[in-house]
């Protein structure tokens, strides 16, 4: 009787460890605290731990020029004005790292 029920448990504890195992990942799901391009949700609030010349270079990285009046504002975005491809309009970076320009 005790070699059937280690044998049932043993069968039973083999089962469930190899159900837990067999869920397939989701592949769809969205991460908001990457950086990407496109990023829809941009600027987006929260705390920055960008200092102001880390702001200044990495609005500059995206190719952004004559940035004039950088700030961080109360949500913890950095926003300036600047120019690109000739264009001058406000721009902001989050501190997710996403530069964006106001259309």
């Known amino acids: 009787m005790k070699t059937l029920m280690l044998a049932s448990?043993?069968?039973l504890?083999?089962?469930t460890s190899s159900f837990a195992q067999s869920e397939t990942p989701k592949?769809?799901?969205t991460t908001p605290a990457i950086d990407t391009e496109n990023n829809p949700g941009a600027?987006?609030?929260g705390k920055n731990s960008f200092t102001e010349s880390q702001a200044r270079s990495h609005i500059e990285k995206a190719g952004y020029k004559n940035i004039q009046g950088l700030k961080l504002?109360?949500?913890g975005v950095w926003r300036a004005t600047a120019s690109k491809n000739g264009k001058s309009a406000a721009v902001s970076l989050d501190f997710q790292g996403?530069?964006?320009m106001a259309k």
């Open 9 to 11: 448990l043993g069968a």
């Open 13 to 15: 504890l083999f089962a």
């Open 27 to 29: 592949t769809s799901q």
């Open 43 to 45: 600027p987006v609030a």
């Open 73 to 75: 504002d109360s949500q």
């Open 98 to 100: 996403n530069v964006t």
